[in-house]
């Protein structure tokens, strides 16, 4: 499903955050990365997702090299087969729950029946007309993984995921995203600092200049 080659990336300032970085992930394959800040977790999201360009390396999806596209066939590649979960949950202001969350499924041509389906899943439902500034932080982040579900892609990219939730809540996201994956045969990879949320992944893994490994007690 995803395969990372010899994966470089170096901030403006100079400072390598990634360096000959190899890992592969395979389909239904749903995994946590862990480590400090800073030390280049989203930076690895936003390459595989091709919001970033990589200074070394591939990044291949279903065989294609995704940092090999120009900015057309990448943004076709990340509406077919990505899910996106991100901290600024990028809900469009203007667009009513239910929209925001169809949105996926309208670029593909698609009808709103399986957003509905997302909106009950998450909880908000009953919230489907109502827009983004009538909502927490907590609701907004719910509808943002209800999006990132909605189209069942490929590959889901969720950073910090929970972050806003409360414990109740963010047990029962995780349930449902873990759910997703398996039904689907998605693989997923998830960056946080949460063990809880790092507990419901297959693997959990550390990033660190040496790498992605098994994070301590994980096997290797």
């Known amino acids: 499903m995803l395969i990372l080659r010899d994966l470089g990336k170096s901030y403006a300032n100079g400072r390598r955050v990634l360096s000959g970085l190899n890992y592969r992930l395979e389909e239904g394959e749903y995994v946590a990365v862990m480590g400090e800040s800073g030390v280049g977790k989203s930076t690895l999201l936003n390459l595989i997702a091709g919001l970033d360009t990589p200074d070394a390396g591939q990044i291949l999806v279903d065989g294609v090299d995704i940092a090999a596209l120009d900015d057309d066939a990448a943004t076709l590649l990340r509406r077919e087969k990505f899910g996106f979960v991100f901290q600024a949950f990028h809900i469009l202001p203007h667009l009513t729950l239910l929209q925001n969350v169809a949105l996926p499924l309208l670029l593909r041509r698609e009808p709103d029946t399986r957003a509905r389906q997302m909106l009950e899943a998450v909880g908000l439902g009953a919230r489907a007309h109502d827009y983004p500034r009538q909502l927490s932080g907590g609701e907004l982040q719910r509808v943002a993984i209800a999006r990132?579900?909605?189209?069942?892609?490929?590959?889901?990219?969720?950073?910090?995921?929970?972050?806003?939730?409360?414990?109740?809540?963010?047990?029962?996201?995780?349930?449902?995203?873990?759910?997703?994956?398996?039904?689907?045969?998605?693989?997923?990879?998830?960056?946080?600092?949460?063990?809880?949320?790092?507990?419901?992944?297959?693997?959990?893994?550390?990033?660190?200049?040496?790498?992605?490994?098994?994070?301590?007690?994980?096997?290797?």
């Open 148 to 220: 990132a579900l909605a189209h069942r892609p490929r590959l889901i990219l969720a950073d910090e995921p929970t972050g806003n939730l409360d414990p109740d809540t963010a047990r029962e996201v995780l349930q449902l995203l873990r759910g997703e994956i398996k039904d689907n045969g998605a693989a997923a990879i998830m960056v946080t600092h949460s063990h809880a949320a790092a507990a419901t992944a297959d693997r959990v893994l550390t990033l660190s200049a040496r790498g992605l490994h098994p994070a301590d007690g994980q096997p290797a």
